[in-house]
């Protein structure tokens, strides 16, 4: 069974096709600046081979056909013809509270989501939606599911997800804690159980996904009852380029002194804050890395910040769920930074978290980086949206049959 995973955005579509039987990816690929000048898709097939094709693409219906193409090309491709897709998965950001569980896609659920959830997040769904439509256009006989980043903390509890504020701007804006990055905070839950030799109701986790955007979470008993992101994914740690927790005086307090509109401010949480703005030298941590490390100071300010509120965060999970199992770290830098795992780490022994500095070296693969003496168990698990997508795809397309 093949399922194709598409995660779609504004201006870009990437695509992955899943061999279920054995869970390993036959295909791979991204069409990068769709509707814009300098379009191409770049396309990985059978483990290393790679093809890039340079095409002006208008549309994610152009791109989608393009995606089509290059899996079913006699040279590159890996299938015959789309009949070899058995089901197709759709990731979303977030669906608000209308919608929360995959569901099993149709026209309709496609006109109410443009109605109803574009709001939850405007740079992400509006390209979701368009992915969506242009597979049901090529592929309309082919069974297709979204799955919704969010749905992994339905289970958060009420005193988690609201916000101090009047509880009516809950009920007439649904204004309230959604979280982000679910299906990467589930994949590496489940993988940190199996680590730990349990099924998923038997632990308490928390797990770190660190990239250029930044989550924790925590997950009890196979359930998620906190994380750090919030209405959107401006909440919590300190990001690339977003600044994560903030007094909101000071948004209020920028915005008349700098004369900024609310787009303007938007876009300077967004966009110019976080490890960007503090250090003035990258949002990519591997820059400031080596400008911490040759003496900038400022760059050594953003990796301290961000080790700092991350160990802040799994000290208030460690309360929140009465005790760990397991650390679990994530992402770009989750998998790969030994200097960020450390620093986060680092003072957490009466918590009964010890990294093992040697085992801490690891970059990108599963692995146990705790001290033989370390209570908690530190774990480096590299995530896989995809194949949770194709998970729950699968599920709910063998459900119905
Ligand atoms: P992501 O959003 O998960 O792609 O993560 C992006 C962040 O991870 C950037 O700050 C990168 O510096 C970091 N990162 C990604 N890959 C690596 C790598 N191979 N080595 C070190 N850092 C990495």
């Not at 152009?62 to 590159?76: M, R």
């Not at 941590?285 to 400008?291: P, S």
């Amino acid at each position: 069974m093949n399922i194709l995973v598409i995660n779609a955005g504004s201006s870009s579509l990437k695509y992955q096709l899943i061999d279920m039987t054995t869970e390993s990816v036959r295909a791979k690929g991204n069409v990068e600046r769709i509707g814009l000048d300098g379009s191409v898709l770049k396309h990985q097939y059978n483990g290393n081979g790679k093809a890039e094709i340079k095409q002006d693409v208008q549309d994610h219906l152009e791109a989608f056909k393009l995606v089509i193409k290059a899996i079913t090309d006699p040279e590159y491709g890996v299938i015959k013809d789309i009949s070899k897709i058995s089901a197709v998965g759709h990731r979303m950001v977030n669906g608000g509270e209308r919608f929360i569980d995959p569901i099993l896609l149709t026209d309709e659920i496609i006109e109410t989501m443009k109605n109803e959830v574009i709001e939850f997040a405007p740079l992400h769904n509006p390209g979701a939606l368009m992915g969506m439509e242009a597979c049901r256009k090529l592929m309309p006989d082919t069974p297709m599911v979204v799955v919704v980043d969010t749905e992994f903390f339905k289970t958060l509890p009420r005193y988690a997800y609201m916000y101090g504020l009047p509880y009516d701007v809950y009920t007439q804006y649904k204004i309230r804690r959604y979280g982000a990055h679910g299906t990467s905070h589930k994949y590496v839950s489940l993988r940190a159980a199996k680590m730990l030799g349990k099924a998923p109701e038997e632990v308490k986790l928390i797990t770190c996904h660190l990239g250029n955007g930044s989550s924790i979470s925590a997950v009890s008993h196979g359930k998620a009852i906190d994380t750090s992101m919030g209405f959107t994914p401006l909440e919590g740690l300190i990001m690339g380029t977003r600044s994560g927790d903030l007094d909101p005086a000071v948004v209020t307090y920028l915005m008349e002194k700098k004369g900024m509109s609310p787009s303007e401010m938007n876009d300077y949480l967004n966009k110019e804050s976080g490890i960007l703005g503090i250090s003035g030298v990258s949002s990519d941590l591997r820059d400031v890395e080596d400008a911490a490390v040759a003496g900038n100071e400022r760059a050594q300010l953003a990796m301290d910040m961000l080790c700092y509120r991350a160990k802040k965060y799994i000290g208030s999970y460690i309360a929140a769920l009465n005790g760990v199992d397991a650390l679990v770290f994530t992402a770009g830098i989750g998998e790969n930074n030994a200097t960020v795992r450390n620093g986060i780490c680092q003072g957490l022994e009466n918590l009964g978290i010890k990294l093992d500095l040697e085992k801490n070296k690891v970059r990108g693969i599963e692995a146990d980086i705790s001290a033989e003496d370390s209570k908690v168990k530190v774990f480096v698990v590299p995530t896989n949206e995809e194949l949770m997508i194709a998970r729950e795809t699968r599920s709910i397309v063998e459900g119905q049959n």
